[in-house]
């Protein structure tokens, strides 16, 4: 049996705190370490480090925060993220970022390591939401994606969403693998009595927005869809579950609603128990990707609505409703999601969510870097 590769992966926009984006790389690097490979994490830092984790190594670098993100850092000297991926000595490169390192493909070319990008977005939706003029986007978008799939030996799209617009391109070697869901640490038997009572009692609708509080999420669509639903005569009450530069301005928002804001738990399990315990969760954001968070919450039993213009309704399939970006139909879609009987809804949920195992998505991923498992790592002296 050959040795392992070492899979060098580099992203940017990664929270310090949580975030899909982390949370697949975390469940990707276990899977390559447990196919024998030898995966190191670059991303940038408060300040620079060299770690041990059970997903591999993870090389943090200071770079600087991003202003208005709510803690996203960046990896911005060109110069030494090239000298330290040489000391690296990758053997595949993998990259999680379009945007500012899309650089990185040169170099991996320049020295003959073959690299795959990761597009976990639409750039033509991105633009949009910047306001960029819709022929204008498409045309930014299509010069953009060009450079990367000349510049990277192969793209892996997570949705068939995010895949459209380099198949618009007519570029190759582009391969859709979906991401994966935790089925052992997000499941129904999850839901907590206890901790939906603090929020809801027996007659009231528990809705649930479990995301950052940037301006990508539109985060304040959760809040005007419940007083859509309050205004209908529906009891709902919103847990707002996480933190970001918005928050602020979605408590004076939210004034004189039922709604109740967490900030961010860093533990798991309480993020689990909240979302099996309520009966809607809202991923309102016109731009999500794979929406590992949606996932989640379909994984816990509960079903989801999401914006229609995202690549959510791909992932979701039956098991939620797609809406049009207004709290009008934010709030008609979660009316009709209560009018199915409650264990359809639930059972529907989670069988979809057991569809998107990380098994599949790490085989998915080897299979693109054409590295084949090698068994597991050897074990570490003592």
Known sequence: ??????????????????????????????GY??????????????RDSDQRHPWGQVVTLAGPEL?????????????RVARVLGGLAPDRLEVSDRFTLRWTGDWARAH??????????SLTGLLGQWRVPDQLSRRLADRLNGDTARSYDRVVCTTRWAAEEF?????????????????????????????RERYADSTEVLVVHCARMSVEKRPELAVDALAELRRAGVPAVLVMAGDGPLRPALVR???????????????????????ASADVVLAPGPVETFGLAGLEALACGTPVVVNAASALPEVIGVAGLAAYGSAGSIAEAVTRLLARPEARRRHAARAR???FGWPAAVAGFLRAHAAEPVGPPPATPT
């Open 67 to 79: 202003p208005r993100s709510g803690g996203y850092r960046l990896l911005t000297d060109r110069c």
């Open 253 to 275: 928002r939210a004034a004189g609603l039922p709604v109740h804001f967490t900030g961010f738990l860093p533990d798991r399990s309480t993020v689990a128990a909240l979302l």
């Open 112 to 121: 003959g390591v073959p690299a795959l990008m990761v597009s976990h977005e």
């Open 33 to 46: 370490l447990a196919a024998g490979h030898d995966p190191v994490l670059l991303v940038p830092g408060r």
């Open 167 to 195: 198949h618009r391109i007519g570029a190759s070697d582009v391969e859709l693998v979906p991401l994966g869901v935790d089925l052992d640490a997000f499941g129904p038997r999850r839901a907590d009595p206890c901790l």
């Open 1 to 30: 049996m050959g040795a392992g590769l070492r899979i060098v992966r580099v992203a940017n926009f990664v929270s310090g705190r949580s975030g899909g984006l982390r949370t697949a790389l975390r469940h990707l690097g276990e």
């Open 353 to 355: 969510a057991e569809e």
